[in-house]
């Protein structure tokens, strides 16, 4: 897959008042409005700074990452960009696990890594990106469209910090791009026989 676009030295991230959000500037024509509230943001944020060359190589780690998620190209990349500034730029969290069975074997994830959990009420598979790894614990962004546990509604890359005992490693993500090529072949033999 090709990437939509590569981080440049003239990014920039800056605080809009206005919208009282961080901002990616991308170009004088695009800008990349970040999912978090200015409440749960770091002091830091709130002066202009540079997307830096650390920014970069999370980018690239995040967006291949994405690449077996069942999301459009600009979702991988909204779902990247949020990753950087929700492991660099959040006030520290405390775990909320309780929405989250534990899983049989303990597993200590890695950044970047596509991980699931599973609903405690339902027992329904959700997926998350890990941006920052613990001992104990780890936060992640949620790395599909909202889901719902206990009357609480989770959105597109909101961060939540989560027990490792809660976290496995996603066996089997929502689309490959090994299947859907399978997928395709197979439709189109199908269609010629």
């Given amino acids: 897959m090709k990437m939509a676009f590569r981080p440049a030295d003239s990014w920039r991230w800056y605080f809009d008042d206005e ?20 409440k749960i943001l770091i002091p830091d944020v709130f002066n202009e700074f540079s997307f830096s060359v650390d920014d970069a190589t999370a980018y690239y780690l995040f967006f291949e990452s994405c690449q077996s998620l069942a999301l459009s190209d600009w979702q991988k990349i909204e779902l990247s960009i949020n990753a950087i500034v929700a492991s660099n730029f959040l006030k520290p969290q405390m775990p909320k696990s309780w929405y989250f069975t534990q899983q049989p074997m303990l597993y200590n994830p890695k950044v970047a890594d596509i991980v699931e959990v599973n609903l405690q009420e339902t027992g329904q598979r959700v997926y998350l990106l890990v941006v920052e790894a613990g001992e104990n614990a780890s936060l992640c962004i949620v790395a ?9 509604t989770f959105y597109f890359s909101e961060a939540i910090k989560v027990m490792n005992d809660r976290l496995a490693l996603a066996k089997q993500f929502i689309k490959t791009e090994k299947k859907m090529t399978l997928d395709d072949k197979h439709t189109e033999l199908k269609a010629i026989s």
Avoid: G, H, W
């Fill in 144 to 152: 599909q469209p909202t889901f719902v546990a206990m009357n609480k």
């Fill in 19 to 38: 919208y009282d959000s961080l901002m990616l500037e991308i170009s004088p024509e695009m800008l990349f409005r970040c999912n978090y509230a200015s």
